[in-house]
């Protein structure tokens, strides 16, 4: 037992050992860091303080804007839409003119979906008529036949195919009225 008692005494003591010698590595790392060896840099900053200064270029004058008066005397409007037919494309703009979407028909359920979203997936027939099958984002399934409507842009089915959903939609033209634009849904593979 004694022994023990012994070896446990030394243990002891090696702890505070180890202490000592990493205090004094500390000190000596601390001493060596805190030598100044910025003669180098001293050297740099003292030849560049000695270079003659570089000339600043002059700022450029600014030249005063020239306005211009548009005077309507022999010229085309700048709210006027530019065209080779002016006439023409007056009467495309105006309200009434061409086709239109009806404000009060009620939207069906395929319309909140732009149409490149939905996907053909199979037809349905029978005796009395032809149906598409359409797949919506939403992940429900809907039934379609001729004169439904799809898409957001007021598209109205005109012909099923087994392989295609053809539509008339009908978009703005960029002048105030709107045009028929044809497209088509594919058979998803």
Not at 36 to 39: A, G, H, K, R
Not at 43 to 46: I, L
């Given at each position: 037992m004694s022994g023990r008692g012994a070896r446990l005494e030394v243990r002891h003591s090696r702890p505070g050992l180890l202490r000592l010698a990493l205090t004094g590595l500390m000190?000596?790392?601390l001493v060596a860091c805190s030598s100044?060896?910025?003669?180098d840099l001293r050297?740099?900053?003292?030849t560049t303080k000695a270079k003659p200064g570089g000339r600043?270029?002059?700022i450029p004058e600014v030249k005063p804007f020239e306005s211009f008066l548009y005077q309507v005397a022999g010229r085309k409007s700048p709210f006027e839409p530019w065209s080779v037919n002016a006439a023409a494309s007056r009467n495309a703009g105006v309200a009434g003119t061409g086709p239109a979407p009806d404000?009060?028909?009620r939207k069906e359920a395929l319309e909140a979906f732009p149409l490149d979203t939905l996907r053909m997936v199979g037809t349905l027939?029978?005796?009395d008529g032809m149906w598409a099958i359409v797949k919506a984002p939403d992940g429900l399934v809907y039934q379609v036949a001729r004169n439904n409507y799809i898409g957001q842009n007021h598209g109205r089915i005109t012909r099923l195919g087994e392989d295609r959903v053809e539509l008339t939609e009908i978009v703005p033209d960029g002048l105030g009225g709107w045009q028929e634009r044809q497209a088509s849904l594919v058979l998803a593979e």
């Open positions: 000190s000596v790392l100044d060896n910025m003669d050297g740099y900053v003292e600043v270029e002059p404000g009060n028909r027939a029978q005796k």
